[in-house]
């Protein structure tokens, strides 16, 4: 079974930009989309971006226009920028990947935003 592991996660001052990678330890294309989730504390988890195998992606409304969900195909690589980050963006990060009977979940990576 492909893995996911997510890195880049850190603290970060309000405003400021992180990129998070989630690396695969098979071939993507296997998955017919690719998510990242975010928990934050005492909250339960929730969507943040999706793309899927033809490309297309989907945000939630709160970080649209400030986060950008992209892959790499050829690094089996997902990754999401995050742009004009907020103290409510910190959370643990978690990628996951869907195929047609199950769901791959990474074990999250902490963004931390300070004010």
């Known amino acids: 079974q492909v893995q996911l592991v997510e890195s880049g996660g850190d603290l970060v001052q309000v405003g400021g930009s992180l990129r998070l990678s989630c690396v695969a330890s098979?071939?993507?294309?296997?998955?017919?989309?690719m998510n990242w989730f975010r928990q934050a504390p005492g909250k339960e988890r929730e969507f943040v971006a999706v793309?899927?195998?033809?490309?297309?992606?989907v945000y939630r409304d709160s970080v649209k226009g400030r986060f950008t969900i992209s892959r790499e195909i050829t690094k089996n690589t997902v990754y999401l920028q995050m742009n004009s980050l907020r103290p409510e963006d910190t959370a643990v990060y978690y990628c996951?990947?869907?195929?047609?009977?199950?769901?791959?979940w990474g074990q999250g990576t902490q963004v931390t935003v300070s004010s």
């Open positions: 098979g071939d993507i294309s296997g998955f017919y989309s």
């Open positions: 996951r990947g869907d195929d047609v009977r199950s769901v791959t």
């Open positions: 793309i899927t195998e033809a490309g297309v992606t």
